[in-house]
């Protein structure tokens, strides 16, 4: 049997063991290649100005709120600065993350081949990479030209957020071409064959017939899509590559269209939110408020029948509150509570299962990635969608507790054999205080956001800022070399999530410029009148469900919410409570068996096989199905408080 082939460009997921910078870290002192000390010494240079930019947003964010709140004195260059930050780091956080092999994509056919077959898959996956990023540069240089002695209303040259947009590109493509160098020479010219053969072979197919029987332009969107998809290229570069085909051979738009449309999916202050609540998250794991907080869970509720289980329900929803990033608060959660579930003599399988369910459940806690992510790509209000997502999380939050404890062993969970005896008064008094500064973060966030005081973006500056204070300054927990790692994490999966965003406005706008979403609206609303509202609510849960599996979460809702939204309005059905719906049924196959990754991720932190956690979860992620079936024709559970605050 074949071994396991290296990929070339490495799988994302959980990321990667070899250090804070990837391979750079292990490059420091070691005796490389040249074209590898070349690849180190870029990621390294990549990791410092992504990182620099996400910082330098977070000043300027900060400065700015403070400015204007405390001083009267609103900076008119802010929000500008801001924008380019934030563009900085969608695109050098997302050549960053491809360096680190922490961009995500379907697996599913990828780590099943073996031999040469698998080589030359990998070898496909970086010619893909290439292709997008030649692509990116080709059009980056044509609309730089285009807007070369244009400035911005501040004064700012037009080109500021165009050139991080050109340099990501020739880095990406530099990070590409360097695992193909790395591979062996016949990898190289077999894949490169290869991709020139289905090429020709598309040509002389369009050759052959006739005009009139040429297929659409946005075919060659949906067929590069779905094959890069399936053969393993990260989902940002799938989405992208599709677009460049229609961009360079649909002939309806300029190839310079591509990278201004990617552009124009990050440039907006609003999306300054998800890196600074990613930043959150990822800090309360390096600070200690993660950890005091379930300490004090634990002391509370630990010692009763399902009580550990209880206690990562709670911990789960407490985490979503502040970080915003799934996979931190799973991290944090699981790394935390598993150990202990395992030293009280507990399932571990089910506990996986039912860390997996819970972050289902934080899809619609506030300040939800995911939630940010649909209100400004379907541009609803994203402080209504956090609004309308709090009773929805308490329902789930009630119903996984319920099934939780029912199915729990009947001796009780001994907290005592986990932490030791109960501790003394001043020991209370610390423990207390400790996770304090934990909620008063989360009223940080829920205040400023619910009170309608600052807007997301302010409200997670504050956050971060405090949560650095709280650890440099009053657990004295921040040292330097776990912050230079939870920087680089930060920067790396806000820059992975933020070119997905970026590669689906491309595809957003191609589908658009080809009238599907007109077609879809026109076909849905006629089943609708024919069959009922209700069958149109179940077809647009059961999509979500399918293609946030397949297309591992925001991917799907970055496509389909701008297109199922508009019709669910047109049929009467209210926006928000149509978007909580589709958020919880994209979270719902994120974390379903066979392929959501969201399971996957759950596992590879609590070191079981998915296959051994799949049946376990199923009672869970039941419970989950029917509460979604509930919020789906009980629109008040959604509405109630949105109405109290005059929204929806």
């Known amino acids: 049997m074949a071994a396991r082939t290296q990929h070339v460009i490495p799988e994302g997921a959980a990321g990667r063991a070899d250090g804070p910078v990837g391979p750079a870290a292990a490059a420091a002192g070691a005796d490389l290649p040249p074209k590898d000390r070349f690849s180190a010494g870029l990621e390294v240079v990549v990791a410092a100005a992504a990182v620099a930019a996400l910082m330098a947003s977070l000043v300027v964010v900060f400065v700015s709120v403070v400015s204007r ?52 898959n990998e070898g496909l996956i970086a010619w893909v990479i290439v292709l997008v990023s030649a692509g990116l540069c080709w059009s980056g240089t044509e609309i730089l030209s285009t807007v070369s002695g244009q400035t911005t209303a501040s004064g700012l040259p037009e080109s500021i957020n165009f050139y991080p947009v050109l340099v990501s590109a020739v ?42 029987a040429h297929p659409a332009p946005v075919s060659l969107l949906l067929a590069g899509f779905v094959v890069t998809l399936v053969i393993g290229v990260p989902i940002g570069f799938a989405l992208a590559f599709g677009a460049l085909l229609f961009f360079w051979f649909g002939g309806s738009a300029p190839l310079a269209l591509f990278a201004q449309q990617m552009e124009a999916g990050v440039s907006n202050v609003v999306l300054l939110s998800i890196p600074f609540f990613v930043l959150a998250g990822l800090v309360m794991e390096v600070n200690g408020m993660s950890r005091r907080l379930i300490d004090l869970l634990m002391l509370g509720v630990g010692n009763r029948r399902g009580g550990l289980r209880i206690v990562m329900v709670a911990a789960m929803a407490l985490f979503s509150g502040i970080s915003g990033s799934k996979n931190a608060d799973v991290a944090a959660v699981g790394t ?120 997301p973006t302010e409200v997670a500056a504050f956050a971060v800022v405090y949560a650095l204070l709280v650890g440099g300054l009053l657990f004295r927990e921040m040292r330097p070399r776990p912050t230079v790692n939870f920087l680089l994490r930060s920067a790396s999966l806000s820059g992975m999530i933020l070119f997905i965003v970026a590669a689906a406005q491309a595809v957003t706008y191609v589908l658009t410029v080809e009238q599907i979403p007109q077609s879809m609206a026109q076909a849905l609303v006629r089943l609708a009148h024919s069959e009922g509202t209700w069958v149109f609510l179940l077809l647009c849960m059961l999509m979500l469900v399918v293609m946030g599996s397949v297309l591992e979460g925001a991917p799907a809702l970055i496509i389909f919410g701008p297109l199922l939204l508009p019709i669910a309005t047109q049929l009467g059905v209210n926006e928000l409570q149509f978007g909580i719906v589709l958020i919880l049924a994209m979270g719902l196959g994120l974390f379903a068996p066979p392929l959501g990754v969201g399971l996957y991720t759950a596992c590879a932190i609590g070191g079981v096989p998915m296959e051994q956690v799949a049946r376990p979860a199923l009672k869970y992620l039941a419970a989950i199905a029917a509460v979604l079936l509930l919020i789906m024709f009980v629109p008040q559970l959604t509405l109630a408080l949105p109405h109290m605050r005059g929204l929806g």
């Open 171 to 212: 880095v990406m493509a530099a990070f590409a071409l360097a695992a193909l160098l790395r591979s062996s020479p016949r990898v190289l010219v077999s894949s490169a064959a290869v991709l020139g053969a289905v090429a020709a072979l598309w040509w002389l197919a369009l050759l052959a017939l006739p005009m009139n």
């Open 336 to 455: 935390t509570l598993l150990p202990a579930i395992r030293q009280a003599g507990q399932d571990d399988k089910d506990a996986v299962g039912l860390l997996a369910a819970s972050a289902v459940m934080g899809e619609t806690i506030p300040p939800c990635i995911n939630m940010i992510i649909l209100g400004y790509v379907a541009n609803l209000s994203i402080g209504g969608l956090f609004i309308a997502g709090i009773v929805p999380a308490a329902v789930i939050a009630l119903a996984l507790v319920v099934v939780a404890v029912v199915t729990a062993p009947r001796r009780v969970d001994s907290a005592a054999a986990v932490y030791g005896p109960r501790p003394s008064r001043k020991q209370l008094l610390r423990l207390f205080g400790g996770a304090s500064t934990a909620l008063v973060m989360i009223v940080i966030i829920f205040g400023g956001i619910l009170g309608g005081i600052a807007t």
């Open 69 to 120: 709140y405390f001083f009267n004195h609103p900076l008119a260059w802010a929000g500008e600065i801001s924008s380019t930050m934030l563009v900085c780091v969608g695109f050098l956080g997302g050549a960053l993350a491809l360096a680190r092999g922490e961009h995500l994509g379907v697996s599913a056919v990828r780590s099943r081949l073996r031999g040469r077959v698998a080589e030359i």
